[in-house]
């Protein structure tokens, strides 16, 4: 299968830094910020190999892979694979809004 590319919007560009940012304050350290980005830049990667491994969605182009604790939510365009969102599974759901109107 091709490699997919993948774009990120600015929702789950900020969702990554929030995340990040949060253990960096939390732990006064960014050592596990950078085992958690590593860690996040392989599934990604993966996803780029494998656009369908995540859970079909109610809409037809978009996909939800779960990894530990967050839900990477995505929806693949022709050879693009956009990640709409990163969301952390222990957060309340009904938080949850997912805006697609937010491309790049």
């Known amino acids: 299968m091709a490699k997919f590319k993948v774009e990120w919007s600015i929702e789950a560009k900020f969702d990554l830094l929030d995340i990040?940012?949060?253990?960096?304050?939390?732990?006064?350290?960014?050592?596990?910020?950078?085992?958690?980005?590593?860690?996040?830049?392989?599934?990604i990667?993966?996803?780029?190999?494998?656009?369908?491994?995540?859970?079909?969605?109610?809409?037809?182009?978009?996909?939800?892979?779960?990894?530990?604790?967050?839900?990477f939510v995505y929806e693949i365009i022709d050879d693009i694979i956009l990640i709409i969102m990163i969301w952390?599974?222990?957060r309340d759901p009904e938080d949850k809004i997912i805006d697609f109107r937010i491309k790049h």
């Open 20 to 43: 990040l940012d949060f253990y960096i304050k939390r732990n006064q350290s960014a050592v596990y910020s950078n085992k958690l980005n590593s860690k996040i830049s392989k599934t």
């Open 88 to 90: 952390d599974c222990r």
């Open 45 to 71: 990667k993966l996803l780029s190999q494998n656009p369908s491994i995540g859970i079909k969605t109610e809409i037809e182009s978009v996909r939800a892979l779960i990894t530990g604790d967050y839900q």
